[in-house]
């Protein structure tokens, strides 16, 4: 993670190039637990989350739980990714440093195994956005920067996270990124003040990853700027291994006629239940989301149109089994989305931002705004645990932009907030 936008001192705009009793009440217990799982698996798992309100939203009724802290810093803490590993089990990357290019990208992982009430202790790891799935059950973690080889090439390093565990450990394999339509070059002075000797690539992997319908072949999501252009393209690539990427196609690219001075950047993406790819992306800070389909597993796309009514930082999206899609995301604001109907046509949403402060008097999120002194970056991530519960996590942030002081007792946190569908 690091900035890749411009800034100045009224907006921040930030595309990210720049964690009893007795033996009969042991039995009774053992019982009922064996006939409630029998009957309902997922009521049979669930903890105590406590019921915060109630949305009618798209037809549905929407119970959210009261937040809870996930982890507190008074270092840097923010712009969360999560993970959906399998059954209850997840895992959340979290940036530890400020919002500008650096060499070394510090960051932690969090996990849990019981949908999201507890997290473990954060691991210190490099910060990756974009989480791969492999055939043995482990997950690779891709870097978010990539170093330049030349104008058609860009290497990066992978992280594992093996099956069934919770410690992600560095791989010696290469990660590397060819095939390129158009040249790229150095990730540009103006996008967090890089220095050259780094060999930032102009593009970072950034998004969400989804399988082609032959079930083999990952597709994940790049953007950046091609050289000589000031204005972001978003780009789509393909790997069997989740090591070796080849640019498929450009989902758009900087002469999107969209308004939005960054151009196509951060980005979500998923299969909808028709077959078709959905990607949604930012176009910049505090106007409404990009969006495009694919109907040939991400070769050609539409033409990019606006999705009225939904905004503006990095996106998150979410199908479940049913196909009912949520989006997270906000600036101004914090917000989920949902589309009832799977077909990514009329919105409707939650103010998740408001929702937290009914809850949590003692930290509110009063400004979610593109300032530096803004309570929230509005980076989200939503997904479905099954057809009836999903988990959003976000963070809030004590200072803004900027180092909490020394002195301080503030604290960053992160926050997640579990949904239900009665």
């Not at 006939?35 to 406590?50: K, L, Y």
């Not at 050609?300 to 989006?327: D, F, M």
């Not at 604290?411 to 997640?416: A, E, I, K, P």
Request: hydrophobic residues 40%.
């Amino acid at each position: 993670m690091s900035s890749m936008c411009n800034h100045d001192e009224h907006a921040v705009v930030r595309c990210r190039m720049y964690r009893y009793g007795t033996r009969i009440c042991y039995r009774l217990t053992v019982m009922l637990s064996v006939f409630c799982g029998a009957m309902s698996p997922a009521v049979a798992q669930e903890p105590g989350w406590e019921d915060g309100a109630t949305h009618e939203v798209g037809g549905l009724q929407i119970v959210l739980s009261k937040p809870r802290l996930m982890h507190r810093s008074q270092g840097f803490l923010w712009f969360p990714s999560m993970y959906h590993l399998g059954g209850e089990r997840l895992f959340v990357v979290a940036s530890t440093y400020a919002d500008q290019a650096q060499n070394v990208t510090p960051g932690v992982v969090l996990f849990s195994k019981d949908g999201g009430w507890t997290w473990s202790q954060p691991i210190d790891n490099s910060y990756g956005e974009m989480a791969i799935p492999r055939p043995d059950g482990s997950t690779l973690l891709l870097s978010y920067y990539l170093r330049l080889q030349s104008p058609d090439r860009a290497t990066g390093q992978v992280w594992r996270i093996p099956r069934d565990q919770e410690h992600i450990e560095a791989i010696r394999d290469e990660l590397f990124v060819s095939g390129w339509p158009r040249k790229i070059g150095p990730l540009d002075a103006d996008l967090g003040n890089p220095r050259a000797e780094w060999k930032l690539a102009s593009f970072v992997f950034n998004g969400q990853s989804v399988l082609a319908k032959d079930g083999r072949i990952h597709l994940a999501t790049l953007y950046g700027r091609f050289a000589g252009t000031k204005r972001y393209s978003l780009v789509l690539a393909e790997s069997a291994d989740g090591l070796q990427w080849t640019i498929r196609a450009v989902i758009a690219d900087e002469t999107c006629e969209l308004v939005g001075q960054e151009g196509p950047c951060e980005s979500a993406l998923v299969r909808l239940k028709d077959g078709r790819l959905f990607c949604v992306f930012r176009l910049d800070s505090s106007v409404d989301f990009g969006h495009c389909f694919s109907d040939d597993d991400g070769k050609t796309w539409t033409e990019p149109r606006n999705l009225k009514g939904t905004h503006s930082v990095q996106p998150s999206l979410s199908v479940s089994e049913t196909g009912k899609l949520l989006l997270s995301g906000g600036r101004p604001g914090l917000f989920i989305w949902i589309n009832r109907r799977g077909d990514a046509v009329g919105w409707e949403k939650i103010d998740l931002a408001r929702h937290h402060n009914q809850w949590v008097e003692d930290e509110p999120i009063l400004k979610a705004v593109a300032a530096f002194d803004s309570n929230t970056s509005s980076y989200t991530e939503v997904r479905w645990l099954d057809d009836q519960r999903f988990l959003v996590v976000y963070d809030r942030l004590a200072n803004g932009w900027h180092a909490i002081p020394a002195d301080s007792h503030a604290t960053n946190s992160l926050w997640v907030v579990r949904g239900r569908v009665k």
